[in-house]
């Protein structure tokens, strides 16, 4: 029989009412024939209430390391959002009378590394799962967790539940893989700025990648690797309404390549310029590994030869972690050799992603005259094979996503 | 170095000050030289909110079978109380500077039967414990739960977290198991009911044994059991303060035997007799045995001789099994033969407990005349090598336990 993995994220199962709801459309697959795996986050609030517990546990007077905690134990607890998901889930399909179980993450098992409360998952043995469902019986699986070769019970991060229900899909050789959220598919762009924008029936896993690791959390970004490398077919769609939603597939499956599929807009970054940086060997090393060791995230780097053995150096990062940068920056002063340090707090990172890119010349051009036109400055910009981005002034983000959203005529596509 | 299992029940955890509070409870121990393994229940109220979902899940409308549910699911679904509380119990103690891991049932393993929601534990394996405990390492283990042979979660049943912290102490060869709760000892009788009732420093097992199935809800009944098989010293002791508590221990350690140690009492209990039951072998079968079958939970029962081949036949049960009894017994009337059915549902049991009364003549003459002087009139009566139970009009039973706690000197002993 054919296979199917359908994943609820923690707002499709926020209640009894919605997880009989989920239910419902896991009932219809199975009469359709298929043998169902389905992937279960926790009860919308349930990890933020158990991440809270575990921080005021960790939190106490006296304590030997107020703020630290051991990840092991933190997965212990968070992990049990998903387990009760998993129970109601099977619970509520059995009244329907479709034959399901529950399975957590060490049951399956679901092997992963042993990194707490952020594991990547080694192994899928389906072994258990193949039989049951040779026996009439679908699944019912804890998404987000795992179990580490020494027997604890490891998470896989936050939407790790998206990673969980595409390695299964891998694992289970399932036709495809229907994560259910609400909302109804993969937009051109944020319909809450661009009233226009429409969604897309396909989007290929490459342009997909950049526009989850670009701000459009529709989908987790490891999960969209892990579905490009194990060619895992993902359908986004509505759990509250019937829409077919939007295909995540591969970019030969596509006949008509848009030249831009979509615009990816990001606030709250900051650009950080160092002047006269030495420009000789290792001096990048020098700047990005202590910003690395001291967990700042670094985003776009931007590198430009000037004169005389110098350059100039410009990466940005999320807001919040400016002054960090700059502590860690001017620990390094002596080292780095820069004369100046610029910072610029208040920028918005607008993409564009398009695998037509690659065989449409003129696309920047298309998006810089568009920006110019309606007088919003470019600070910086890199690019990719299927991706332009462009630092702007942040009040310029709104109008810069409408005005490209209408450039490259994504309303009507 | 000795070992100690301390179990904290739900409202001894009931919220993160409380886990804290019991936390330094068990530094104490582990201060004192104990390799410690601390039992916890789930917090309180968390095991009703997620019965209640389970109830929800299963009573939808259109529900194939409303009001069952699937004992594997719901087994997996409440487990996860006891898996949080586990957690954040070992985060608070490595706070507090104590090395301490969490452990689910299955972990350890603790393999149980298959009997989900009522499971029997069979064995426990301390391999990994041990070796734990080897390293430095306290255990603090998630009580209720285990793993049957099929690799499913099960639970033991409500209390069953007192009997998963005998059994660790059995299968560790701790040298005590302590009973952290929210009494602080076994009483003479309840105290709202006599308010001169004292606090035991010693008690035995065969006299708990009768208070605990008598209605003096310290402990769990099957705890008990399995402590004086597998003579493990209990010792119940108050969370919220520093007392020694009352040991519950074996015979032969207490040098000053009670005649009397308790008194327990029971509301709502009803007596039911059926009058000339044909004296014939297997009849007490014939009317027991539908009652069981259909979960009417009989507890005395009393048959005297009457004349003629007919005897008099007269049991008491809840008052609330009153109703299915009738319409079972009306049901195997033909069988039993039985010319009138009578109900007395506005009983209650009064029961007086010691292992002295075994060397002691005229225990129950006291009783008997004690209830007399006060005008008490008995119904039925029933006795044990250490135990007279009797049944009395249930407005007096406030009365009979003021009158017997004075008649056997209870107050000063």
């Known amino acids: 029989m054919p296979r199917l993995v359908m994943k609820f994220g923690g707002t499709s199962v926020a209640d009894l009412d919605r997880i009989r709801n ?15 795996a389905v992937v279960v986050s926790a009860m919308s609030g349930e990890t933020n209430k158990l991440v809270g517990h575990v921080r005021d546990a960790s939190a106490s007077e ?13 997965d212990a607890i968070v992990s049990s959002g998903e387990q009760v998901t998993s129970g109601l889930m099977a619970l509520t399909l059995q009244e329907m009378g479709v034959p399901a179980r529950s399975w957590q993450g060490w049951q399956v098992p679901v092997l992963t590394s042993d990194a707490h409360s952020t594991a990547r998952i080694l192994d899928i043995d389906t072994t258990n799962l193949d039989q049951k469902f040779d026996e009439g019986l679908h699944a019912v699986i804890a998404g987000f967790q795992g179990i580490s070769e020494e027997g604890r019970i490891t998470t896989l991060g936050r939407g790790g539940s998206d990673t969980t229900a595409v390695a299964f899909a891998a694992a289970l050789g399932a036709e495809r893989c229907d994560i259910y959220t609400d909302v109804d598919g993969v937009y051109t762009t944020d319909p809450r700025i661009e009233k226009g924008a429409r969604k897309l029936d396909r989007i290929s896993f490459e342009e997909m990648l950049e526009l989850a690791s670009l701000g459009a959390k529709v989908l987790q970004t490891r999960s969209v690797e892990l579905a490009m490398q194990r060619k895992v077919k993902l359908m986004v769609r509505s759990s509250f309404s019937d829409d077919p939603g939007t295909l995540v597939c591969d970019e030969e499956e596509i006949v008509e390549k848009n030249v831009v599929s979509g615009i990816a807009a990001e ?17 990048a090393a020098s700047i990005f590994g202590p910003l690395a060791d001291n967990g700042v995230n670094v985003d776009m780097i931007i590198q430009n030869i000037s004169e005389e053995g110098h350059t100039d150096m410009t990466f940005s990062c999320a807001s919040d972690q400016v002054e960090r940068a700059k502590s860690v920056l001017e620990g390094a002063r002596d080292e780095i050799e820069y004369t100046e340090m610029i910072f610029d707090p208040g920028v918005a990172k607008v993409s564009i992603v398009g695998i037509g890119m690659r065989s449409h010349s003129g696309v920047a051009k298309t998006m ?11 600070k910086v910009i890199t690019t990719s094979e299927i991706k332009v981005s462009v630092l702007i002034d942040c009040k310029y983000m709104e109008l810069a996503v409408q005005s490209l959203h209408a450039a490259f005529g994504l309303e009507t596509a």
């Not at 810089?368 to 919003?376: M, Q, R």
């Open 267 to 283: 606030k709250e970054q900051a650009k950080v310029t160092l002047l006269k940086v030495a420009d000789k060997p290792g001096v």
């Open 368 to 378: 810089f005259s568009a920006l110019a036109a309606d007088g919003v400055n470019i």
């Open 22 to 36: 989920a239910a419902t459309k896991v009932k219809r697959e199975v009469d359709a024939g298929y043998e169902v």
């Open 62 to 74: 006296g304590a030997n390391h107020p703020g630290f905690y051991d990840a092991r134990e933190y």
